[in-house]
């Protein structure tokens, strides 16, 4: 008669002393005495009420004892820390800087890709926007023409609602005697309310619509003004126009397409919704939000010629074809072709620092695996030494693999404290800004701890797995006593990946370098040194006042024009008289005979302007070299002397072609040159444009401002540098490189520490060889040479692997610009340049050291 | 001297009164015939354990039984330490209950 086999197993389970099975024959005789006694039942019974009342004691006590050797554990872990000061911190803080690039960077991309996400159903909501293709030209439009809007939102059932909002950049504004030009006032329709969110801070929205002359103001405002008390009840005027606040709204949130420090209803615009009814005016963006059971793809191709299906005659009237896109109002930030008001992001950008982040992390983890494993297998005699002491293998596994995990949530707690200490300059380098609080949303906090148990098992599992599997006697008798690290495959592949991957990273680095630097100093096709442009309210007198501003000691020269450098005046319909087919969308800039002298612009044919010759004013043009061929002249001298319309067809306005300027970058890099008309109009004349003497600069803009002041040419007096204003155009990408050579100076720097640790690691256990080598005369020379021979031969094979793949990435990159450097060899031969030094400065600290030892003191010990 | 807990004493206590025959078992057996009530298996089992470490008693393997399913019994005895635990635990008993005057009240 036995116990049933259950309760054995139960007992054995949770009592300490199974190999004497001394209490599970205690258990067996209670239930034999039981048996005889008071039959089976009540013996079942009897021991399943001792097993309950006795279950917690043994557990409470196999605790106690999984404790105690957690303690030894710990203890030899924080040990074997202590006794590696030097590998312990290059491993954790490695891991750490990794971790928290990474978490950094998936901030960033977070915020990217959850604009405009804190709209309800944004998942329904579109812009409607334009593209029109008249004659020759195309154009993209981030509006819809104006009367489309009712037309959307009245016959379209799919249509929940449909709205309108206008925007202007920048507003004067003035409040009591204060002036300022203020950025973003927006101008909407009552039923945006619908679609898009507004937070409320103060006051009631629908304010502005109820009670004409009111306005409502953002607290970014409110706080710059009225520091004091509420704004609401104050007056402010916009433009010379005075509004009530009525309301005050919450800033918009920092990722939004759409951001606001006024807002303004239509009604109060002179511009009422029932008036817009021009179809080929695009004075608003038009927002939709579709119903909850609407494929947006489907519609969109439903609507694509809503335009022609209203008014197609008009269209057909003026040789347009109009069709119109709709773009989710939370991919407008990432997706968008069109102009938009805010920095555009760009999906490129998103993805490819998302890769570096992951590179960032893979070089990390990977140094974390290579050194947790290095430094384990010197742990040999003490593997054999608890096996002796009776550890089981899993009792082995369980302390490596605890080990890397205690060293892998090390590291994720210091990379909570680095990533807290550099938000702040990480916000200034992608101009945005993130909180530590983003850091606590579940995806993050679950992407940690799953990332500590990977890492952790990860590194944990070589040691864990091949030490434990050693016979104790083979071990402490020597015979794989020192592994020999340099051999093995794995540790060969990590390094060259590491490499591989810091090399495009630095080559990556540099091409982006090369491209901003070429696009800031390629020559523009015109002079944009020492020029200034003041923006000025000229009333015919612009010769007097240029007259006036020369006599000013810093200023060289002086011009009058509409539109400038970077900023056109317009752009208008134009075509050649006897060519009534084609028409074109050409830019405008006006502009006195100055000008073309004061910008250096080179004419490759007829003259410029000249004040002299009557019918120069308002009667000429100056072409630029894309605007003929495009109109159709095959040499630049058979330009000169013809007529080109422009404007409407029925008026028939023309101009002789005077001149043909040589190409010149008016515009951005990034897009090409397009054709671009000069006209001799002063009475649209707005911009002064000075060349101005670098030395005393200050005095001089102070002096120009006086003078600016005196001739009363506007309320507030504000200027621009040209070359500045161009630089600003590259704003993003220098962002991106700024980016860019943040995170591979960390690639690099991380990819060296693990190569710095290793190498020192190997070199210290072949100490022993070392010695005998040099007893037996090795030199010193010769001894470097066999320590680092290896680490060059990886660098050398990562360098093959990733220079076809960066050039690859690169040149897909370069496709962007219109106007790109090519890739040249010498990014490759300085980027091997840098890793190469970096790299042998890196290992022959090490390896120096441990060939100048003195080899009586390696071997005296055996 | 650590003092004992009420269960290591009675336990010692049993034992010593169990002399050659202390076991597991017996010990629980003895202990229910006098509490009466049921002792379960690990209320004496760890106790046992912590004792032999402290070296209050000692143990040796007895002869195996059928009973046992074959297995040996742990005989567990006193050792001169675990004695002088139960003076000194028994001492200052007397001494407590000495001074413990309304005992009587209880009682009654």
């Given amino acids: 008669m036995k116990t049933p086999k259950f309760f054995q197993w139960l007992f054995a389970k949770i009592s300490d002393d199974s190999l004497e099975n001394n209490i599970i024959g205690d258990i067996e005789e209670l239930y034999i005495e039981k048996l005889k006694s008071s039959g089976r039942l009540n013996a079942f019974l009897c021991l399943l009420r001792h097993l309950f009342k006795s279950y917690p004691f043994f557990f409470a006590d196999l605790i106690n004892r999984r404790i105690t050797m957690f303690m030894n554990y710990l203890k030899t872990a924080l040990r074997n820390l202590m006794k590696y000061k030097g590998y312990s911190l290059i491993n954790i803080t490695g891991l750490a800087i990794g971790i928290s690039c990474c978490i950094l960077i998936f901030l960033y991309v977070d915020h990217e890709l959850g604009y405009d996400e804190f709209h309800p159903d944004h998942n329904r909501v579109y812009r409607v926007n334009s593209h029109v293709k008249m004659g020759l030209s195309d154009m993209s439009f981030n509006a819809a023409c104006d009367p489309l809007v009712p037309v959307l939102r009245e016959q379209y059932p799919e249509i929940e609602d449909a709205s309108r909002i206008s925007r202007r950049l920048n507003v004067l504004m003035r409040h009591n005697d204060e002036s300022n030009y203020e950025e973003r006032l927006i101008i909407v329709e009552k039923n945006i309310m619908n679609i898009l969110e507004f937070n409320m801070h103060e006051g009631d929205f629908e304010c502005i619509f109820n009670d004409p002359g009111t306005i409502i103001v953002s607290e970014y405002i409110s706080g710059k003004y009225f520091k004091e008390g509420s704004a609401i009840g104050n007056s402010i005027s916009i433009e010379g126009k005075r509004y009530n606040i009525g309301g005050v709204v919450k800033n918009p949130p920092n990722n939004t397409h759409l951001k606001y420090n006024f807002i303004l209803s239509f009604k109060n615009n002179n511009k009422s919704p029932d008036k817009m009814h021009n179809w080929a005016n695009l004075s608003a963006s038009a927002y939709i939000k579709l119903q909850s059971y609407v494929d947006g793809q489907k519609f969109a191709e439903k609507i694509r010629l809503i335009a022609h299906e209203y008014n197609d005659d008009y269209f057909k009237m003026k040789n347009w074809t109009y069709t119109t896109e709709l773009l989710p109002v939370n991919d407008i930030h990432l997706y968008s072709t069109y102009r938009e008001y805010e920095p555009k992001g760009n999906i490129i950008y998103v993805y490819s620092i998302s890769i570096i982040g992951v590179l960032i992390l893979v070089i990390a983890c990977l140094n974390f695996v290579n050194l947790t494993t290095a430094r384990a297998s010197a742990r040999t005699r003490e593997v054999g030494m608890r096996k002796v002491a009776g550890a089981h293998r899993r009792q082995l596994i369980c302390q490596f693999i605890g080990e890397s995990l205690f060293l892998s949530l090390m590291s994720s707690i210091i990379s909570i404290i680095i990533i807290y200490l550099s938000l702040p300059y990480f916000n200034i380098l992608i101009n945005r800004e993130l909180s530590i609080n983003d850091l606590f949303n579940p995806l993050i906090v679950s992407g940690m701890v799953l990332l500590i148990l990977i890492i952790g098992f990860g590194a944990g599992s070589y040691p864990a797995f091949f030490l434990s599997a050693f016979k104790p006697l083979s071990i402490l008798s020597g015979k794989t006593g020192s592994v020999r690290n340099s051999r093995s495959p794995l540790k060969k592949m990590i390094v060259i990946f590491q490499y591989a991957i810091t090399v495009i990273l630095i080559t990556g680095t540099l091409v982006v370098f090369k491209q901003i630097d070429f696009m800031k100093n390629h020559f523009l096709g015109f002079d944009k040194e020492q020029k200034m442009t003041i923006p000025a309210g000229f009333r015919n007198n612009y010769l007097s006042i240029k007259d006036e501003f020369l006599k000013l000691p810093g200023v060289i020269e002086a011009s009058a024009s509409a539109g400038t450098l970077g900023r056109t005046a317009g752009s208008r319909t134009t075509r050649r008289t006897e060519d009534d087919a084609d028409e074109l969308i050409m830019d405008y800039i006006y502009f006195d005979s100055d000008f073309i002298p004061l910008y250096k612009i080179e004419l490759t044919a007829g003259r410029n302007f000249d004040e002299r010759i009557s019918t120069d004013i308002e009667g000429a043009f100056i072409i630029n070299e894309t605007a003929a061929r495009m109109l159709g002249f095959h040499n630049t001298e058979d330009a000169v002397g013809e007529y080109i319309e422009y404007g409407s067809r029925a008026l028939h306005q023309r101009k002789e072609v005077i001149g043909v300027t040589k190409d010149f970058h008016y515009s951005d890099l990034q897009n090409k040159i397009a054709p671009l008309v000069m006209g001799f109009d002063p009475e649209y004349f707005r911009f002064l444009n000075l060349t101005v003497k670098t030395e005393k600069l200050t005095e001089t803009v102070s002096s120009i401002k006086e003078k600016w002041t005196d001739q009363s040419l506007g309320e507030i007096f504000s200027y621009r540098f040209v070359d500045e204003f161009f630089d600003r155009f590259y704003v993003s990408e220098e962002r991106v490189a700024k980016i860019f050579i943040t995170f591979s100076f960390l690639a690099i720097f991380l990819s060296c520490l693990g190569l710095f640790s290793l190498s020192a690691f190997i070199a210290e256990q072949r100490t022993k060889e070392i010695g005998v080598r040099k007893t037996m005369g090795a030199t010193l020379t010769g001894l470097i040479g066999l320590l680092t021979g290896d680490f060059l031969k990886w660098i050398i094979i990562a360098n093959l692997i990733a220079i076809p793949l960066s050039y690859m990435i690169m040149d897909n990159w370069l496709q962007d610009f219109a106007y790109r450097i090519s890739i040249g060899l010498e990014v490759y031969l300085v980027s091997f340049f840098i890793i190469f030094v970096i790299s042998i400065l890196t290992i022959s600290i090490q390896t120096i050291k441990s060939a100048l030892a003195d080899p009586v003191k390696s071997l005296r010990y055996e | ?108």
């Avoid at chain 2, 040796?60 to 009973?67: I, R």
């Avoid at chain 2, 040996?72 to 028994?90: H, P």
């Fill in chain 2, 1 to 108: 001297m650590d003092y004992l807990t009420r269960r290591e004493e009675l336990i010692l206590l049993s034992i010593g009164n169990l002399k050659e025959n202390a076991y597991l078992v017996s010990i629980r057996e003895h202990l229910s015939e006098i509490m009466g009530q049921e002792w379960s298996v690990s209320t004496i089992h760890i106790p046992l354990r912590r004792l032999e470490k402290a070296d209050y008693i000692t143990s040796f393997y007895g002869e195996a039984t059928a009973v046992r399913g074959g297995r040996r019994k742990k005989i567990y005895v006193l050792t001169e330490k675990g004695y002088k635990a139960l003076g000194v635990n028994k001492s200052v008993n007397d001494k407590l209950w000495a001074d413990f005057s309304d005992f009587e009240i209880i009682k009654g």
